[in-house]
């Protein structure tokens, strides 16, 4: 059984780029959230996939985008990038059914310069 | 609005001595309560989780937590500490409803003395 995986571990990027995560989800799950950990934050939820839908989303700006692929890997991409958008990006897998655990990736760092 | 409030930002014990960790959430029913501990640079690792039932979880590592739903409160605590333990530590609510997101506190930072 293969854990959640994310790709790249780190990033640096410049203020107006645009970038793309990835995230492949643990053996058998069929749903991905992403998260944003600001330093010193506790994860912020940003929005989760189920079956390629998006299933949820917290208080993010559509510029915050995200794809599920039918292998249920997983893309959170970021447009016009702020300074504030520098964090540590995680995705979490699980199985919808409520009572799931999530298991979560080790995250991609992301700088914006 | 669901929170989680962790009030202690650093904690400092010594190798061998007993943790306790503080954990407040605010919500109008019970919800799915868990522990998780990031190590520096690493993802989340989940530690123990509430649902129903028992109110005092075992959980991995040597961690227990009791639910105390008269108090709002979901403390982790720890007989001994060892030097391994030191990292950060978040309480985090689940709301187990459309979107099943998990809401964090702001982390209680562990710091170990030798």
């Known amino acids: 059984e293969t854990g959640v995986t994310q790709s790249p571990t780190h990033l640096i990027k410049t203020r107006g780029q645009q970038v793309t995560l990835r995230c492949s989800s643990q053996s058998g799950h069929n749903t991905v959230s992403w998260y944003q950990q600001a330093l010193g934050q506790g994860p912020q939820f940003i929005f989760q996939?189920?079956?390629?839908?998006?299933?949820g989303r917290g208080n993010f700006p559509p510029r915050f985008s995200g794809l599920q692929f039918p292998n249920y890997s997983s893309e959170l991409n970021v447009n016009a990038l702020e300074l504030d958008d520098s964090a540590l990006y995680l995705c979490?897998?699980?199985?919808?059914?409520?009572?799931?655990?999530?298991?979560f990736g080790p995250g991609t760092r992301l700088l914006v310069l | 609005a669901q929170s989680v409030t962790q009030p202690d930002i650093h904690i400092t014990v010594s190798e061998g001595a007993s943790l306790e960790l503080r954990c407040n959430y605010s919500y109008g029913a019970t919800p799915y309560l868990f522990w998780y501990v990031q190590s520096p640079g690493q993802g989340l690792q989940l530690l123990l989780k509430?649902?129903?039932?028992?109110?005092l979880v075992q959980g991995i590592k040597g961690f227990e937590a009791e639910f105390k739903r008269s108090q709002s409160s979901f403390n982790l605590r720890k007989p001994s500490v060892h030097w391994s333990d030191a990292a950060e530590y978040f309480c985090a609510v689940a709301l187990m409803n459309r979107d099943d997101k998990i809401i964090f506190g702001k982390g209680t930072r562990l710091h170990i003395l030798p």
């Open positions: 509430y649902f129903s039932g028992d109110t």
């Open positions: 996939y189920y079956r390629e839908e998006e299933n």
């Open positions: 979490a897998s699980s199985n919808r059914g409520g009572l799931e655990t999530q298991y």
